[in-house]
Every structure is written in structure tokens, then in C-alpha cells.
């Protein structure tokens, strides 16, 4: 593939670096002084090939680690603190305040995704519409919490008024690839329920918090958000080595996720809220409508470059109509449009990690060597900076791109006889997140969906596999998730339910009547008197 190099426009020009200098630990934005790691685009800004130069932020270690954990530990104040005790009023009003700063920056941070991580324009948009969009979410459904779902015992003589309370302390780890919505599907329902949080950004997408920095300090009261700088390992191993850590707030893989709370000494009291790997499948039947998946398969298998944990990560497609998909599915993909993120109808973007395209190469390498075959044009085609989708077929057991997460540009295709081929692997995998079913048959389907739901945690009839909307509960089996994210259930996830007792009698009616008029009481009223 040729080198696609195109003037930047100037309002996307990298016009002034973004040096980080700063880490915000109690409510202070402190300033550091020593070494910094650089910030560097994948992308070109000059003819001849060469990173851009973004930024820098600092390269924290241990004592600044334990600084920020020492802030939150204090914020939360053994249950006793500011922010875990506040009315809902209070931290709803907190969030509001958040929220509102936030919406200025939109121009500044989407051309950060962009530059960044490589994000499409429009992607970058909608990942920071759908950010704001779940922080409301998030604000209502707090203010409705539990409203629905007591249930206590009849006639027992004792009064139960509900609450969701804070687990404590998070520590909160956001990924690469929605360095800002993702990283918020965590951060934000974890302080609004009163926990305390300490915060380390990916490596890329780092940048892009730097305009919120401001905004956090001045909306939390001081120590509920500590954010950090550095690498990941170095700060979480002291940190969770302190055992002050509560919850463990992770997305990106196992390997990190276990390797992070190994290192806690009381395994069995740190919670986990972890999205993680997934190898999601599509499963073509015979009577498919084939424009339509294959419509479906390319997007999912594509967009941002395969980069999407909830990305079809490897196809099944029956015998009978595997060579017309083959040709279809391929074209198709050859029809991409390669391109910097600004550009016009763009689809495939450069990809943030350098290592990525020399780890697509080894996967393809290791198929071909194993007897498939790259069945499009263009597959493999590479710039300093990209890997064009390879489309692999047939693909088999034994190579590495039907066990691996690939986590960008290379689909493989495997062909079935029997249903029970791809429900068998699915079964047998590491993962269990989503998978996508088409066909059109209902007496085939429905069985198949009863199946497949006891598989993953979505199905997805006739269409790609994703995580929105982001009511919707997002979570997986196996090795995919721990826990549930989406704005209803995250708030469950990152809080526990408590509630006040009291003997049904004048005396305890008389004062709970009182406590509860409040209106800024966090124990539900009335409704859960029965
Ligand atoms: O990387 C995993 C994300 O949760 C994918 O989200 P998405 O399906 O909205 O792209």
C-alpha cells in the first residue's frame, strides 16, 4: 500500500504540544519535576514519514503512586469522609458541575482521540457525545435507584428503607481504544455512588484528560478523583500491594487484570469490575440474507480497525454459502478507505501501538504457514503506520488467529456443516461476551438463540456485535468480564445495597418520619415501608 501521506488541514495541525506537567492527588494539581515520557501519533505531519511529537506527561513511581492512594484512602475517611456521607443532592450537584466543564472542551479533546489513537472524526465525535450523554444517564438513574426493586417482608414489624452505599476505594484503569468513554463507563458511576477513586490513564489516549484535569479538581471535593501518570505496573503493584484497594476497575486484558490483583494481600475482599478480552463470533446460516451480513460482518469485523473488544473477531459462515460470502466479504473489505482521521468517508485509520502491524504479521504468518490463505487483494498490504485487513480462509483450529484476541486487522473465516461446529468452539472458548447469529428462518433460529444465550451474554440477530446503547447491560462469562457495566448497572456494580432497620413502633415511626422528610435523605423514603 502506498504511503497516503496528505497535508494536515490546519484545524487538525498539532499547533502546540500538550506537556503535562502536573498529577492531581488531594484536590492539588501538583506540579512534577521529574522525568516525563513522551506522547507520540502514529501519524504524520510531514511527507517523509515520522511519529508526531504530542506531548509529554509524567513518568510517576511508587512514593507518587502511594500519594494519590493515600489521598483517596483519606477521602473516603473509614466511611466517614465528605463525599461518601454527602446527600445524593450534593454529589448529583458535584457531577452536574463536571459535566457542564466538560461540554467546553468538546473541539479540544476530539482532535486529541484523533491524533492519539486514530480515531475517525466522526467516531471521535460520537465518543464524546456518548460520554456526556452517559453522565446524564448516569445522574438520572442514580436519582432513581432502587425505586423499583425492594422488596421486604410483609407484616414482619420492622421498617426497611434502602440505600446503595460506597465500597470504598477504586482503583480505576481505562483502555486504549475508548480512552474516554470506556474510561468514564468506570470513573463516573464509581464516584458518583461515593466511592473515592485513584486513576491511571492508558498510554494512548493520555493526552486527551489533560483538559479535564481542571474540572475534576474543582467539582470533587479534594481526594475523591486522583489522577496519575505512568507506567501501569509500576504504579498499581505498590498500590495494591497497601491492601487499601477496595475495587478493582479494570478494561483492557486478563493478563494485566491478574497480574494487578496478585498483588493484593487479601484477594478475597477486592472486588473486581473488569471488561476484558472477547473473540465474539458471527454465525451465517444458509438462508441468511447476504447482503445483509456480509453488510454486518464487515463494519463489525472492521470499524476502528477491529480495535473494539465487542469486534466480530472471527466468522463462521455455512458450506453451502461460503464461497459467494468469501468473494463478497472480501471485496467488500478491499473497498475501505484508508486515511488520516480528518479525511473524508474514511474507514480504516492508523493504528495507535507501533508494535501492532509486526504482531497482525506474525497471526497471518502463522495461518499461512498452517495452510490458509489471504483471500482479498489487499490484505496484508502495509504503511509505516497501518496493516490492511487481511481476510484469512479456511482457518482452523490450530493457528493462533482462531485463539487469539487480534484486537485489529485480520479476520478469519471457518466454514460449518452442523450448527454444533461453532456452538461446540464456542462452548470450548476462553471467552463469552456477544456473538452474532444471521439467518432468517424463526423454527432455526429460536432454538439456536436459546442456545447461544447460554453461551455469551448478547445475541445479536441479524446484525454486528456492540456495546451500546450504553443502558443496555454490558458484561461477558469466562474470561470476557467480572461484573456489569452500562449506566444502570455499573451504579450497581460500584456500590452494595444497604439499609436502615427499625422496629415498627410510635417512638422510631416519629424520628424515622423526621429523618426522612429530609429531602436530602440517601435512604429511599416511604415506599419501602410495608
Ligand atoms: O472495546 C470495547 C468497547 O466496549 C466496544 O464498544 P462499542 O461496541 O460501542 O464500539
Known amino acids: 500500500m502506498k504511503n497516503t501521506f496528505k497535508e494536515v488541514p490546519n484545524e487538525y495541525k498539532i499547533t502546540s504540544l500538550v506537556n503535562q506537567n502536573t498529577y492531581l492527588v488531594e484536590g492539588e494539581l501538583k506540579e512534577w519535576k521529574g ?26 513511581g511508587e512514593n507518587e503512586a502511594l500519594e494519590a492512594l ?16 454527602m446527600k445524593v443532592e450534593g454529589r448529583i450537584a458535584a457531577m452536574e458541575k463536571f459535566v457542564v466543564q466538560m461540554k467546553t472542551k468538546r473541539t479540544e479533546i476530539v482532535k486529541l482521540l484523533m491524533w492519539e489513537i486514530g480515531k475517525a472524526l466522526a467516531d471521535s465525535e460520537k465518543e464524546f457525545d456518548r460520554t456526556i450523554e452517559y453522565i446524564y444517564d448516569t445522574i438520572e438513574d442514580y436519582k432513581q435507584m432502587d425505586r423499583d426493586s425492594a422488596k ?80 501501569g505496573r509500576t504504579l498499581a503493584t505498590p498500590i495494591m500491594k497497601t491492601g487499601k484497594v ?8 486478563s493478563k494485566s487484570a491478574n497480574a494487578i490483583q496478585e498483588n493484593h494481600p487479601q484477594k478475597n475482599r477486592l472486588r473486581l469490575v473488569l471488561g476484558l478480552e472477547a473473540k465474539n463470533p458471527a454465525i451465517v446460516l444458509e438462508d441468511a440474507d447476504l447482503d445483509l451480513a456480509i453488510n454486518e460482518c464487515v463494519s463489525g469485523a472492521t470499524s476502528f480497525n477491529g480495535q473494539r473488544c465487542t469486534a466480530l473477531k472471527i ?86 488467529v482462531y485463539e487469539e484476541e487480534q484486537f485489529g486487522p485480520v479476520t478469519p473465516i471457518l466454514s460449518f456443516k452442523n450448527i454444533e461446529e461453532p456452538l461446540d468452539d464456542m462452548a470450548e472458548s476462553n471467552y463469552g461476551q456477544q456473538v ?12 439456536l438463540i436459546d442456545t447461544l444465550v447460554n453461551l455469551v451474554c448478547r445475541v445479536n440477530l441479524n446484525s454486528s456485535c456492540q456495546r451500546g446503547p450504553d443502558v443496555y ?23 452494595i445495597r444497604t439499609f436502615l432497620a427499625s422496629k415498627d413502633t410510635d417512638y422510631n415511626n416519629a424520628i424515622l418520619k423526621e429523618l426522612l422528610d429530609k429531602k436530602t435523605s440517601n435512604f429511599i423514603s416511604t415506599d419501602y415501608i410495608l
Open 35 to 60: 522525568a516525563t515520557a513522551e506522547v507520540y501519533s502514529t501519524i504524520s505531519s510531514t511527507e517523509n514519514y515520522q511519529p508526531t511529537l504530542l506531548g509529554t506527561v509524567p513518568d510517576l
Open 70 to 85: 493515600s489521598s483517596a484512602v483519606k477521602a473516603f475517611g473509614k466511611g466517614q469522609g465528605l463525599w461518601p456521607t
Open 152 to 231: 421486604f417482608q410483609k407484616n414482619s414489624g420492622v421498617h426497611a428503607h434502602i440505600r446503595r452505599g460506597p465500597l470504598g476505594v477504586i482503583l480505576c484503569l481505562g483502555p486504549y481504544n475508548y480512552p474516554l468513554n470506556e474510561t468514564f463507563a468506570l470513573l463516573i458511576p464509581a464516584i458518583i455512588m461515593g466511592n473515592t477513586t485513584v486513576f491511571k490513564p492508558a498510554k494512548h489516549g493520555v493526552l486527551l484528560l489533560t483538559p479535564l484535569l481542571e474540572a475534576f479538581r474543582n467539582s470533587f471535593p479534594a481526594g475523591v478523583v486522583n489522577v496519575i501518570y505512568g507506567r
Open 246 to 253: 477496595d475495587v478493582l476497575a479494570l478494561i483492557g486484558n
Open 315 to 400: 466468522i463462521y459462515v455455512h458450506e453451502n454459502i461460503i464461497e459467494e460470502f468469501n468473494k463478497r466479504f472480501s471485496d467488500k473489505v478491499d473497498a475501505l478507505k484508508f486515511g488520516n482521521p480528518w479525511e473524508q468517508g474514511v474507514e480504516l485509520t492508523p493504528l495507535p501501538e507501533p508494535g501492532k502491524t509486526a504482531y497482525i504479521q506474525e497471526l497471518i504468518d502463522d495461518a499461512t504457514n498452517k495452510g490458509a490463505k489471504i483471500i482479498n487483494k489487499k490484505g496484508g498490504e502495509t504503511t509505516e503506520n497501518y496493516i490492511f485487513p487481511s481476510v484469512l480462509y479456511p482457518v482452523s483450529k490450530d493457528m493462533r
Open 436 to 447: 452474532s447469529v444471521f439467518g432468517s428462518d424463526v423454527n432455526t433460529l429460536s432454538p
Open 473 to 495: 447491560p454490558f458484561t461477558g462469562r469466562k474470561d470476557s468480564a467480572v461484573g456489569t457495566l452500562s449506566v444502570h448497572d455499573a451504579l450497581r456494580s460500584f456500590s
